[in-house]
């Protein structure tokens, strides 16, 4: 089966801009996850979707991060504006309830904010 | 809320060493506990997991017991290769797989 798609894989921009990140999931999974990883720190997670409703969104700073996954299968991430401090890798991940949570990440969109 | 703490890296051994790491969590009630890795220029996969206390959940020669009674999920390996070089990061969560939590993480360097 095809793995958890994202793109783009890399992205460079300039503080104060807007950038969107986009996630395909696993055929079938109802859940999806947004992640933060930080150089050198653990993913931290942003939002937490089931089909196209929000389980937990308590860690997206609301201000100028939002995320939507409408039809409850690929999902996008934006930031508007990003600061320097945005400047991570993205994580998207997914899983089916029957998998004892065992999640699917995708290979990652790093960003850089200059 | 719910935390993982991760002993500090990075762990340096030589080849065929046995590997110890540590980590401990802090959550209400019974999360499912999680072991991943990321090897160098690829994505996080899983490495094991366990769901319930008393659990061992094992793989490719490493293990992990879930002790509720110290709240650890410890990785232990007993003959390291090169090729487990890698950031392991411990993990829990929620049932229905709510509020993912993660580690630090720790870098393992093998030598041979």
């Known amino acids: 089966e095809a793995g958890v798609a994202q793109s783009p894989r890399y992205k460079i921009i300039e503080k104060r801009q807007s950038v969107a990140f986009w996630c395909n999931p696993i055929?079938?999974?109802?859940?999806l996850y947004w992640y933060q990883q930080i150089l050198g720190q653990g993913p931290k997670l942003l939002i937490q979707f089931q089909n196209n409703g929000v389980v937990d969104d308590s860690q997206l700073p609301k201000d100028r991060f939002s995320a939507e996954r409408l039809k409850g299968v690929d999902s996008t991430l934006k930031i508007q504006p990003a600061k320097l401090e945005d400047s991570a890798v993205y994580l998207c991940?997914?899983?089916?309830?029957?998998?004892?949570?065992?999640?699917?990440f995708g290979p990652g969109t790093r960003l850089t904010v200059t | 809320g719910d935390s993982v703490t991760q002993m500090e890296g990075p762990v340096t051994l030589s080849e065929e060493a046995f590997l110890t790491i540590n980590c401990t969590y802090t959550?209400?009630?019974?999360?499912?506990l999680f072991w991943y890795v990321q090897y160098p220029g690829e994505g996080l996969q899983l490495l094991l997991k366990?769901?319930?206390?008393?659990d061992k959940g094992s793989n490719k020669g490493f293990e992990a017991t879930y002790r509720k009674e110290t709240t650890s999920f410890h990785l232990e390996k007993g003959s390291v290769q090169v090729s487990d070089s890698a950031v392991y990061f411990c993990a829990l969560t929620r049932p229905r797989g709510q509020n993912f939590v993660f580690g630090p993480g720790t870098r393992l360097s093998v030598l041979p």
């Open positions: 366990a769901t319930k206390a008393d």
């Open positions: 991940a997914s899983f089916s309830s029957g998998s004892a949570y065992e999640q699917y």
């Open positions: 055929s079938g999974h109802a859940t």
């Open positions: 959550a209400t009630g019974y999360p499912s």
